[in-house]
């Protein structure tokens, strides 16, 4: 593959992440709206975590990823802390955090150039390299977004506003 097409392929992939994570923190934010304090904070069972630990989780594992595999900020995660977390943190802090994390995350990608996505990097104990944890991380990113979803349909029962709905029947509506 030449170098422009490598370029050009690095920046399709940077776009995609960007859209992947956009698309993820909104539907996380569509949930919330749907959720009050103490749904927030209710384990569906004393086995699986409420969506306020599953928030604060994300948030470290982005910021550890990204801002820091990534980026080179300083890693200051406190994974413990992101599963302790009983009821503290409000659905509007909540939102803000995970907006403020948006925020810095994609204004990183926008700089990002094709070489930081193979250079050899260390996170959390792991040897990678930028695509792979970016890779990686969006998977993560997507399964407990998803898991959020599952918990906010529990709770909510039909008052659920699904993030989605097809819309024709190519994408599989019922109605023209």
């Known amino acids: 593959m030449a170098g422009k097409e490598r ?15 956009a698309q993820e923190f909104r539907r996380i934010a569509h949930c919330l709206r749907q959720l ?5 904070w209710r384990r569906p069972n004393p086995h699986v975590n409420c969506i306020g630990n599953i928030i604060l989780h994300l948030c470290g594992n982005l910021r550890q990823w990204f801002l820091h595999g990534i980026g080179g900020e300083e890693d200051v995660r406190d994974r413990p802390s992101e599963f302790a977390a009983t009821g503290s943190v409000s659905r509007e802090a909540l939102q803000t955090i995970l907006d403020d994390l948006f925020v810095r995350i994609d204004s990183l990608l926008q700089g990002i150039s094709g070489s930081v996505l193979v250079q050899p990097r260390r996170i959390q104990g792991f040897d990678t390299t930028g695509l792979a944890a970016i890779y990686s991380t969006i998977a993560h990113l997507e399964g407990h977004a998803l898991q959020v979803s599952y918990i906010t349909h529990m709770f909510t029962g039909d008052r659920y506003e699904p993030f989605w709905k097809p819309a024709n029947p190519e994408q599989g509506s019922n109605s023209a």
């Open 7 to 21: 370029g050009e392929t690095a920046q399709a992939f940077v776009e995609e992440t960007r859209q992947a994570l």
């Open 36 to 40: 009050d304090e103490e749904q927030i």
